[in-house]
């Protein structure tokens, strides 16, 4: 209906209220209300007017993820980025102009004579340096401003590995103003610009999701904290190597420690060497697999399965020195513990490997 008012006024010879429809920002207001805001006439370095914060919307693609370290406690992507905002002051008169809105590539884009504000947002939890490159700024007719590029960089991660290998783990990209808290700036996420590469390939993870938050950060710069938006990448170990090459080897192991229960009168020297040798193998298992994880406190899902299986063999050498001690005097007693534990071991065995990753969790 107003559109329709609108156009019979337009028709009837009132060109200037159609004109003034042209003439609005982003803002809502006129583009003659900002024509000296800022002080000193620095746009540059004065946010947006207003009473309120400026509101930067983000959002963020990520095309690759590598160098997963869990000892370092690290990772590398890379990702485009899109920063959006209203700053009326940068609006312009399209039909003066000739388009409806401004382009600017690379270095140009961060131009000091351009005379425009930017929110100075960077990755909070960087632990390398920050590589740019296809940057581009939009600068629409109304005032709305889009900062966009690729970029990559290493950066921290937090590992839960209580249920290595078949653990989840989430890795944050973290953005915040350097430069201005939460009550000049605040980050949201676009929630129809998040998102990772189909295709995206890890060797040893699996991408899930791709997740967006926000949160406020304290920072020793400012007594007020600052707004924070986090992109999670939400990953899934791929436990195909752990079970063919560890987990399959390791119950083999623990088997064949199991096979002094069928050994007759043979000596305790040579049933022991059969433990010995399992338990040891295990041991050199335990290296291979504590080379690639951290020195953390807490025991993960295989390191309480290496405990189980060291339990039995330990076990079985008992029932060994028991079973050959008692051969001369109670051969039937003997050969009754061997029969027994050749069930009772298996039984206790699976039930320990079911138990492990209930109580874990």
């Known amino acids: 209906m107003r559109i329709l008012f609108l156009s019979i006024l337009f028709v009837l010879g009132f060109p200037d209220i159609a004109a003034a429809a042209d003439d609005m920002t982003c803002s809502g207001m006129p583009r003659s209300e900002y024509a000296l805001s800022g002080s000193n006439n620095n746009n540059s370095l004065d946010p947006p007017p207003g009473g309120n914060a400026t509101v930067i919307d983000v959002g963020f693609h990520l095309d690759s993820l590598s160098d997963i370290d869990v000892i370092g406690s690290r990772f590398r992507f890379e990702g485009y980025v899109e920063f959006a905002w209203c700053d009326p002051r940068q609006a312009f008169d399209a039909k003066t102009v000739g388009r409806t809105e401004r382009v600017l590539f690379g270095d140009k884009s961060f131009d000091n004579d351009l005379d425009l504000w930017i929110p100075d947002v960077e990755l909070a939890n960087s632990i390398g340096a920050v590589s740019n490159s296809a940057r581009r700024i939009e600068i629409g007719a109304d005032g709305t401003v889009r900062l966009s590029g690729v970029f990559s960089s290493v950066v921290a991660a937090r590992f839960d590995l209580r249920r290595f290998p078949f653990d989840k783990q989430s890795f944050p990209i973290a953005m915040e103003s350097f430069s201005f808290n939460r009550d000049v700036v605040i980050l949201q ?59 399959v080897p390791l119950t083999l192991i623990v088997m064949l420690s199991w096979s002094v229960f069928w050994m007759g009168k043979e000596s305790l020297g040579g049933r022991m060497r059969i433990s010995s040798t399992a338990f ?60 027994l534990s050749r069930w009772v071991f298996p039984i206790t065995y699976v039930t320990m490997i079911i138990a492990v990753p209930l109580i874990a969790g």
């Open 189 to 247: 996420p676009m929630e129809n610009l998040v998102g990772y590469k189909d295709d995206l390939y890890l060797p040893e993870w699996q991408v899930k999701s791709l997740t967006a938050g926000t949160e406020e950060a304290g920072q020793v710069r400012d007594r007020v904290p600052f707004s924070r938006v986090t992109f999670n990448v939400n990953v899934e170990r791929e436990t195909g190597y752990y079970v063919a090459k560890l987990s």
């Open 280 to 339: 040891l193998t295990i041991v050199a298992y335990q290296f291979a697999i504590s080379g690639s994880l951290p020195k953390v406190a807490y025991l993960t899902l295989m390191d309480k399965v290496m405990i189980a299986a060291f339990i039995l063999i330990a076990l079985s050498a008992l029932e060994n020195m028991v079973a050959v001690t008692m051969i001369d005097r109670n051969p039937a007693g003997a050969r009754k513990i061997d029969r």
